[in-house]
């Protein structure tokens, strides 16, 4: 069975403090595509990062960035000086097999006060 | 604009009254999918569909039906909604399904209510 974990289910922040969002992941697939999307308080949900099995390279972009382990099955996400935009939930999901079906985790709501 | 669009926005209905959300990608994607969003549940798949004419059941497929007649739509029916249908409903597409599963993109979302 797969399945995504965000342990943190609300963290709180002051603005310009870094914080990272927890994901760890359960797949038996060798092949698997993990991302994250964002949910502002608007109620949208926005497309962040796709990282596949094969790619253990960090990534970053502008303030974000992804720490990909396949040792702790574990994909992280950091925002380094954190601004009050970037209050949201935050959801880990996981594609593994054939069908393409995104697992969700529940998500890990930031809030970011000035 | 690459979009995908959902109506209604929000509903608010009575038990067992026939509903649709209508769903449409304008992007070409051959991969649909539903969602419904629950509080401290997160996100789970209603049904999805790999291509015109394909569908199949996702996490929580009990008491919805779906139909893919054309590439672009694929809306959602509750043949006779209930009050545990009461949720956030969100329809996605991407490129594909399954092999190299591109980045699902997701439509505004409907709010539902069932009294």
């Known amino acids: 069975a797969q399945k995504v974990t965000q342990a943190q289910t609300e963290i709180s922040v002051v603005e310009k403090e870094d914080v990272t969002l927890d994901c760890v992941y359960e797949?038996?697939?060798?092949?698997?595509?993990l991302f994250w999307y964002k949910q502002p308080p608007s109620g949208e949900l926005v497309f962040l990062i796709r990282?596949?099995?094969?790619?253990?390279q960090n990534e970053i972009s502008g303030r974000y960035s992804w720490n990909f382990q396949k040792s702790t099955s574990s994909f992280n996400f950091t925002i380094t000086a954190s601004q009050v935009v970037d209050s949201a939930v935050y959801f880990c999901?996981?594609?593994?097999?054939?069908?393409?079906?995104?697992?969700f985790g529940k998500g890990t709501k930031l809030s970011v006060k000035p | 604009e690459a979009q995908v669009t959902q109506n209604p926005r929000y509903l608010i209905t009575v038990t067992g009254k026939k509903l649709t959300v209508t769903c449409s990608q304008n992007?070409?994607?051959?991969?649909m999918s539903w969602y419904r969003q629950d509080p401290g549940l997160g996100l789970r798949q209603i049904y999805y569909?790999?291509?015109?004419?394909?569908?199949d059941k996702g996490d929580v497929p009990e008491g919805y039906k779906v139909s893919r007649k054309e590439k672009r739509n694929f809306p959602l029916i509750l043949e006779s909604p209930s009050p545990n249908q009461t949720s956030l409903y969100f329809c996605?597409?991407?490129?594909?399904?399954?092999?190299?599963?591109?980045?699902?993109?997701f439509g505004p979302g409907t709010r539902l209510t069932v009294t």
């Open positions: 996605a597409s991407s490129l594909s399904g399954g092999g190299l599963a591109y980045e699902q993109y």
């Open positions: 797949t038996r697939d060798t092949t698997y595509y």
């Open positions: 990282r596949n099995s094969f790619d253990e």
């Open positions: 999901a996981l594609v593994g097999g054939s069908q393409g079906n995104l697992i």
């Open positions: 992007m070409n994607h051959e991969y």
């Open positions: 569909s790999m291509n015109v004419e394909v569908t």
